[in-house]
T-cell receptor
Framework: QKEVEQNSGPLSVPEGAIASLNCTYS??????FFWYRQYSGKSPELIMF????GDKEDGRFTAQLNKASQYVSLLIRDSQPSDSATYLC?????????FGTGTSLTVIP | NAGVTQTPKFQVLKTGQSMTLQCAQD?????MYWYRQDPGMGLRLIYY???????DKGEVPNGYNVSRLNKREFSLRLESAAPSQTSVYFC???????????FGPGTRLTVT
C-alpha cells in the first residue's frame, strides 16, 4: 500500500464552484500534512499545510484533516481558471516526505 | 534571491554514462532534498540532507549518490545511468524548524 493515495482525476469544475480534492495516508504516525500545486512543466509550490485535526483556512483555500480517518482534503472556493493544475498531497511521518501522485484539476470558464 | 537553482535544465545520457546534477539555494536553508518525478508515480524522495555534513537515503536511493558540499549546495550523482533513471529531478530546500519545502525548476533527464 502506498503511503499517500489520491484520486488522479481529472477533476473538472465550472468557474466559481468549489473544488474538493481528497487524500488518504497509511502511516498513523504522520503529524504534518501538505498540499502543493504544480502547473504543467513547473515545479511544485506549497499552498497549504496543516498539523491539527479540523479545518485551516487561507483565502480561498481550506485544508481539512481527520487523523482518525487518516484523511486530508483541500477545498478551493470560487474556483478560477488559474487554479487549473495538479494538486499534490504530502505527508511527513518521520524525516521523509511522501507525496501522492496528484489530482489534476481543470476549472472550466 | 534566486531561491533554489538547478543545473542543467535538460540532459540526455547514454546508458552507462555518469553525470552530476547540481543544486544550490541562497535562502540559508538547513535541509535539502532530491526527488524524482515520474508519470503515475508522483514525487519520490531519493536522498535528503537534514543539515550540512549529513545525508540520508530516501525512498528510492539505488543508483544514486549525493554530496552536501556546503550549506548552499547539494549534488546528485548518477554513476552509471540506466533508462529507468529517465525522469524529472527536483531539488528542494527547507529552513530550520520548518517543513515547508521550496523547489527548484527541475532537470529533465533522458537516458537512452
Amino acid at each position: 500500500q502506498k503511503e499517500v493515495e489520491q484520486n488522479s482525476g481529472p477533476l473538472s469544475v465550472p468557474e466559481g464552484a468549489i473544488a474538493s480534492l481528497n487524500c488518504t495516508y497509511s502511516d498513523r504516525g504522520s503529524q504534518s500534512f501538505f498540499w502543493y500545486r504544480q502547473y504543467s512543466g513547473k515545479s511544485p509550490e506549497l499552498i497549504m499545510f496543516i498539523y491539527s485535526n479540523g479545518d485551516k483556512e487561507d483565502g480561498r483555500f481550506t485544508a481539512q484533516l481527520n487523523k482518525a480517518s487518516q484523511y486530508v482534503s483541500l477545498l478551493i472556493r470560487d474556483s478560477q481558471p488559474s487554479d487549473s493544475a495538479t494538486y499534490l498531497c504530502a505527508v511527513k511521518p518521520g524525516n521523509q516526505f511522501y507525496f501522492g501522485t496528484g489530482t489534476s484539476l481543470t476549472v472550466i470558464p | 534571491n534566486a531561491g533554489v537553482t538547478q543545473t542543467p535544465k535538460f540532459q540526455v545520457l547514454k546508458t552507462g554514462q555518469s553525470m552530476t546534477l547540481q543544486c544550490a539555494q541562497d535562502m540559508n536553508h538547513n535541509s535539502m532534498y532530491w526527488y524524482r518525478q515520474d508519470p503515475g508515480m508522483g514525487l519520490r524522495l531519493i536522498y535528503y540532507s537534514a543539515s550540512e555534513g549529513t545525508t540520508d537515503k530516501g525512498e528510492v536511493p539505488n543508483g544514486y549518490n549525493v554530496s552536501r558540499l556546503n550549506k548552499r549546495e547539494f549534488s546528485l550523482r548518477l554513476e552509471s545511468a540506466a533508462p529507468s533513471q529517465t525522469s524529472v529531478y527536483f531539488c528542494a530546500s527547507s529552513p530550520l524548524g520548518s517543513y515547508e519545502q521550496y523547489f527548484g525548476p527541475g532537470t529533465r533527464l533522458t537516458v537512452t
